[in-house]
């Protein structure tokens, strides 16, 4: 059976918390090759790589990633209030991943 992506998301961002970035980053690259796309967790999981690569160097890889997270959360936001779907991401995972966009936005310096 294949591990649900919210799973991975969470062992990705709960891995980052701890300060284990490189398991963090493994988390987030299997959680965006997950076969069941969805979105919302997609964002998520690239706002933690974002912050993952920025801190191990990789400064222009974690700004790329993060644009790309942030395309997709302004593009949610902009549309008026939805409550969402299970595979576009219900509005609370899209609060997620706005909020962690603003962390990562500390941690690459912007």
Not at 13 to 25: Q, V
Not at 68 to 79: H, I, Y
Request: glycine share 10%.
């Amino acid at each position: 059976e294949v591990m649900g992506g919210w799973a991975m998301l969470s062992l990705c961002l709960g891995e980052y918390r701890k300060g284990n970035h490189e398991i963090s980053e493994k988390w987030a690259r299997r959680c965006l090759r997950h076969p069941n796309r969805n979105p919302a967790r997609e964002a998520s999981a690239l706002t933690i790589l974002a912050m993952t690569t920025c801190l191990a160097g990789r400064g222009l890889e974690a700004r790329d990633l993060l644009e790309n997270a942030r395309g997709a959360v302004n593009a949610n936001f902009s549309r008026p209030f939805q409550h969402g779907t299970s595979w576009e991401g219900f509005w609370f995972d899209w609060v997620i991943a706005r909020t962690l966009l603003k962390e990562a936005d500390g941690v690459l310096g912007k």
